[in-house]
């Protein structure tokens, strides 16, 4: 049976027989891991010499290499950002395997069309414009090229080529034996049952030389008789197998290829979709084109006429493979098909993640974290959920406290941290961090290049003593020390004693933040024994020099070692590491660092040139 409407493909197949060889190589445009992680394992165990992936598009990109695995060996791949570039680059890929959306699928195909290395042009994407594939398919005939889709997972030459993700996992591909050539041409629309029907062949025969998905949309590039008409010409096939649907009129190509004599291989076929009979309208089932129309385009109508022409189709799909089956071991007792050499594949490398899922090896870790978690629906500090870190009641000393100390610390402290952050965010841009900043701000550099030069400054002698304050203090406190011991043996030893004096400030020009600092603490700590004992040792100091006062470094120290003894959320131990780690000056870094931002911002907002330094204010000793 015929229709009218049917001419794509009729009177013999304008594709070439083969389209793929053991040296084929693709472009793969938009390209997803696990597809090309995929055609190189199947290379692996089909024993290509070469990978069959040439190069990846991406468009917009900047180019550069892409790691994958070659069997145990680890491969670089070309990235390019436009066909062209990649098509020039890799002059021996000729398939153009394309992930574009169904928005974009349409340019790129055509682009790739056009490119003379280019022979084969497979387009992932379902729901592509029924307009824009049949200009596609226009174009691809005028050229002479092969389109398979859209709508498809693409096609396999067993133990030769790989399009993409056909044929599944690594796992499924051994089961099939699609590592080593069959013996039997198998086309269909549906990329699943593709699938299914590449075990039944590897069960019912020696397995495919080459399987297609033309596609489930309304208008594919290729059609199954194209293909069938392919497999024809090809010594290597000695049967064909035909999986349809309901919907169109495809398959009357077939048919109209066996009564004119253009297919005398054997064929075996089976028209999915008889179930639409029940249904009292009409059904459209997945793919775009199973759609039941009128009765000629039903999957009953389709298989009557397709066993009236010649191929062997059985009552339903659960004996397809019986006929399978049957019409190959005809082919067998005629000598038309040998035994294959079951070849040994070599053993493919689990990838690292399956082996740990698979409980199969075992690694230790490279980082340790306990202060946050990124894993599952949603991010959390110290265990405390992030919406729930969001909320009022939580400032950014709460934050700090989850992240540095793995605690929700009393309100009190919190406020403390932050009241640290605000008094040490700037001092004028003549101390050395800002003035750092602010020469590389106007060299024009970047804001994190201006950002740390300023940071780099911070040490012992500038926003650097917080730690080394505390140090000195705890360990005078805890040794009993008087203050003029204390003073007197930092002195013999010829260090000065960090928190203690100050350039600019001094005992008649007090520093307004050490006095909000003290306020502060009388007011909310359950203990200022530290606070105390820096402020006796001030006053033996007041009397060397009218400078040497507790500075803001000096007194955030002390303070620290007040809140961390008096809280009660620390042991001795914890209190011992937060010091000798280094978390203290942590508030001067953070703190500063907003300071220093604003300086770069402000130089760069007031266009300031390159800054020089004024000879007149240089010594030059020479």
């Given at each position: 049976m015929?229709?009218?409407?049917?001419?794509?493909g009729s009177?013999?197949s304008?594709?070439?027989?083969?389209?793929?060889?053991?040296q084929?190589?693709a472009?793969?445009y938009?390209y997803?891991?696990?597809a090309?992680q995929?055609?190189?394992?199947?290379?692996n165990?089909?024993?290509?010499d070469?990978?069959?992936?040439?190069?990846?598009?991406?468009?917009?990109?900047d180019?550069g290499m892409y790691?994958?695995?070659?069997?145990?060996?680890e491969?670089?791949?070309?990235?390019?950002n436009?066909?062209s570039?990649?098509?020039?680059q890799?002059?021996n890929?000729?398939v153009f395997?394309?992930f574009?959306?169904?928005?974009?699928a349409?340019?790129?195909?055509l682009?790739?069309?056009?490119e003379p290395?280019i022979?084969?042009?497979?387009?992932?994407?379902?729901g592509?414009?029924e307009?824009e594939?049949?200009?596609?398919i226009?174009v691809?005939?005028k050229?002479?090229?092969?389109?398979?889709?859209?709508?498809?997972v693409?096609?396999?030459q067993?133990?030769c080529f790989?399009?993409g993700?056909t044929a599944?996992t690594i796992?499924n591909?051994m089961?099939?034996?699609?590592?080593r050539s069959?013996?039997?041409?198998?086309v269909?629309?549906?990329?699943?049952?593709s699938n299914?029907m590449?075990n039944?062949l590897s069960?019912c025969?020696?397995?495919?030389?080459?399987g297609?998905?033309?596609g489930?949309?309304?208008f594919?590039?290729?059609?199954l008789?194209?293909?069938?008409?392919?497999?024809?010409?090809?010594?290597?096939?000695k049967?064909?197998?035909i999986?349809?649907?309901?919907?169109?009129?495809d398959?009357?190509?077939i048919?109209?290829?066996?009564?004119?004599g253009?297919i005398?291989?054997?064929?075996?076929?089976?028209?999915?979709?008889?179930?639409?009979?029940?249904?009292?309208?009409?059904?459209?089932?997945?793919?775009?084109?199973a759609?039941?129309g009128?009765?000629?385009?039903?999957?009953d109508?389709?298989?009557?006429?397709?066993?009236?022409?010649?191929?062997?189709v059985?009552?339903?799909f659960?004996?397809?493979?019986?006929?399978?089956?049957?019409t190959?071991a005809?082919?067998?007792v005629?000598?038309?098909v040998?035994?294959v050499?079951?070849?040994?594949?070599?053993?493919?490398p689990?990838d690292?993640?399956?082996?740990?899922k698979?409980?199969?090896?075992?690694k230790?870790?490279?980082?340790i974290?306990?202060?946050?978690?990124?894993?599952?629906d949603?991010?959390?500090?110290?265990g405390?959920p992030i919406?729930?870190?969001?909320?009022?009641?939580y400032n950014?000393?709460?934050v700090?406290?989850l992240?540095?100390f793995?605690?929700?610390?009393p309100?009190?402290?919190?406020?403390?941290?932050e009241?640290?952050l605000k008094?040490v965010?700037?001092?004028?841009?003549c101390v050395?961090?800002?003035?750092?900043?602010i020469?590389a701000?106007?060299?024009g550099k970047d804001?994190?290049?201006?950002l740390v030069?300023g940071?780099?400054?911070?040490?012992?002698?500038?926003?650097?003593a917080?730690?080394?304050?505390?140090?000195?203090?705890?360990d005078a406190?805890?040794?009993?020390l008087?203050?003029?011991?204390?003073?007197?043996?930092?002195?013999?030893?010829?260090?000065?004693?960090?928190g203690?004096?100050?350039?600019?400030?001094s005992?008649?020009?007090?520093?307004k933040r050490v006095v909000?600092?003290?306020d502060?603490?009388?007011?909310?700590f359950s203990?200022?024994?530290?606070?105390?004992y820096?402020?006796?040792?001030e006053?033996?100091?007041?009397?060397?020099?009218?400078?040497l006062?507790?500075?803001?470094?000096?007194c955030?120290?002390?303070?620290?070692l007040?809140?961390l003894?008096?809280?009660?959320l620390?042991?001795?131990?914890?209190?011992k590491?937060i010091?000798?780690?280094?978390?203290l000056?942590g508030f001067?870094?953070v703190?500063?660092?907003?300071?220093?931002?604003?300086?770069?911002?402000?130089?760069?907002?007031n266009?300031?040139g390159?800054?020089?330094?004024?000879?007149d204010d240089v010594h030059?000793a020479?």
């Open positions: 015929t229709n009218s409407n049917f001419n794509h009177h013999g304008n594709l070439p027989a083969r389209l793929f060889t053991k084929s190589q472009l793969i938009n997803k891991e696990a090309v995929r055609m190189l394992d199947f290379d165990v089909s024993q290509r070469t990978p069959s992936v040439g190069g990846l598009i991406h468009p917009g990109s180019g790691k994958a695995f070659f069997g145990f060996k491969l670089v791949i070309p990235v390019y436009s066909i570039e990649a098509c020039q890799c002059p890929a000729d395997l394309n574009a959306s169904h928005r974009s349409y340019q790129s195909s682009l790739a069309l056009r290395s022979q084969t042009v497979v387009i992932i994407a379902e592509v414009p307009n594939a049949r200009s596609l226009s691809a005939k050229l002479g090229k092969v389109i398979i889709g859209p709508a498809t693409g096609g396999i067993a133990g790989k399009i993700n599944g796992d591909i089961a099939c034996k699609l590592y069959g013996s039997v041409g198998f269909s629309k549906s990329g699943g049952l299914e590449y039944v069960r025969t020696d397995g495919i030389y080459e297609i998905a033309i489930g949309d309304a594919p590039g290729s059609t008789t194209d293909h069938a008409l392919r497999y024809e010409k090809l010594p290597e096939v049967m064909i197998v999986l349809g649907e309901l919907g169109g009129w398959e009357y190509g048919v109209d290829a066996l009564k004119r253009e005398t291989k054997p064929i075996c076929a089976w028209v999915s979709g008889t179930v639409a009979k029940i249904f009292p309208t009409e059904v459209q089932f997945g793919h775009a084109g759609k039941s009128g009765e000629s385009e039903s999957a109508a389709k298989n009557n006429a397709l066993r009236e022409a010649g191929a062997v059985p009552t339903s659960e004996d397809f493979s019986n006929v399978i089956a049957a190959y005809k082919l067998e005629k000598g038309l040998k035994p050499e079951e070849p040994t594949p070599p053993e493919l689990l690292f993640k399956t082996a740990v698979a409980g199969k090896v075992r230790p870790t490279s980082i974290s306990t202060i946050c978690d990124d894993r599952g949603e991010l959390s500090y110290a405390v919406s729930e870190v969001c909320k009022e009641q950014m000393g709460d700090i406290g992240l540095w793995k605690r929700k610390l309100p009190y402290a919190s406020k403390f941290f009241m640290c008094l965010a700037d001092h004028g841009p050395s961090g800002a003035h750092n900043t020469v701000a106007r060299a804001l994190v290049s201006s030069s940071l780099l400054t911070i040490g012992p002698r500038f926003g650097g917080i730690d080394d304050s505390a140090r000195v203090f705890q406190v805890d040794n009993n008087q203050p003029s011991q204390f003073v007197e043996g930092m002195k013999s030893k010829g260090k000065r004693i960090p203690i004096g100050h350039l600019i400030k005992a008649d020009e007090i520093d909000l600092l003290k502060y603490a009388f007011t909310h203990s200022t024994k530290y606070l105390e820096a402020l006796e040792v006053k033996y100091t007041l009397q060397k020099a009218n400078n006062i507790l500075n803001v470094d000096g955030i120290g002390v303070l620290f007040d809140l003894h008096s809280s009660g620390f042991t001795q131990h914890e209190i590491d010091i000798d780690v280094g978390y000056n001067f870094i703190g500063r660092s907003v300071g220093l931002i604003g300086h770069a911002l402000d130089q760069r907002r266009k300031q390159l800054y020089r330094h004024q000879a030059y020479l």
